[in-house]
């Protein structure tokens, strides 16, 4: 399918806030194809590619991958998924992020899913994730906050700003997160 064809919805959200989990719901009532930008990196590490011990690099210190190559695995599990329909999870991560995204590749998100979340609990959340992830330790997921705070949240109020953010309260349990996120996808007749 040509770009213009093509849907995409941002997820948004801190460190922990439930972005991988509540993508995993959505796919399998919404049809759409899941692509964690942090879960790419991270395949990209494990291949061995030459990127990977810059990307290994950054996640450890929690900062931000040059879009460059994120954008570019973005693209190539687009076309290979043969999908038309994409939730495009942790990225944009900053206003560059963003800009380049869509000056390459022409598409504008259909909307923002915001997991908003107290750092409170997102840390206990990270802390109790016991996946071995490098960057699941306390050094490193006060880094990952800050560049959150710093970063990430103007690429959300710009979204805000042109009315395409979709906010849910991602402090509750996964179930119930889950019925307000179905809530917004779930077209409504008026
Ligand atoms: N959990 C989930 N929902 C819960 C709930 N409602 N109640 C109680 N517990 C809940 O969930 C985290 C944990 O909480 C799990 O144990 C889950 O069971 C539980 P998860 O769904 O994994 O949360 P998520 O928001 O996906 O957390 P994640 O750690 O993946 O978020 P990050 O945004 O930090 O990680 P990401 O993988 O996106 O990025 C990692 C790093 O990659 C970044 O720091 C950065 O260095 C790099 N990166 C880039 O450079 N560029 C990018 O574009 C993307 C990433
Ligand atoms: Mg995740």
Redesign the pocket.
């Known amino acids: 399918p040509t770009n213009k064809n093509v849907t995409v919805v941002f997820v948004l959200?801190?460190?922990?806030?439930?972005?991988?989990?509540?993508?995993a719901n959505i796919v399998q009532h919404f049809g759409y194809t899941h692509l964690?930008?942090?879960?790419l990196?991270?395949a990209e590490i494990k291949s061995g590619s030459e990127n990977g011990t810059m990307?290994q690099n950054?996640?450890k210190?929690?900062?931000?991958?040059p879009?460059e190559v994120?954008i570019k695995l973005l693209q190539r599990a687009m076309q290979e998924s043969g999908n038309d329909k994409f939730l495009i999870?942790?990225?944009?991560?900053n206003e560059e992020?963003r800009a380049a995204f869509e000056s390459v590749t022409g598409i504008e998100p259909e909307f923002v899913l915001f997991?908003d979340c107290s750092a409170e609990?997102?840390e206990n959340?990270?802390l109790?994730?016991?996946?071995g992830?490098e960057?699941?330790n306390i050094e490193?997921i006060r880094k990952?906050f800050k560049?959150?705070m710093e970063s990430s949240l103007p690429v959300i109020e710009y979204y805000n700003s042109k009315g395409k953010v979709r906010k849910i309260d991602?402090?509750?349990?996964?179930e119930?997160?889950f019925e307000a996120v179905k809530a917004v996808f779930t077209p409504s007749i008026d």
Request: proline residues 5%; charged residues 30%; aromatic residues 6%.
């Open positions: 959200g801190g460190p922990g806030s439930g972005k991988g989990t509540q993508c964690s930008a942090g879960d990196l991270r990307i950054m996640i210190e929690g900062k931000i991958v879009s994120t999870d942790g990225f944009p991560r992020n997991f609990e997102m959340r990270l109790n994730r016991n996946q992830r960057d699941d490193t990952r560049v959150y991602a402090a509750k349990p996964i119930e997160v």
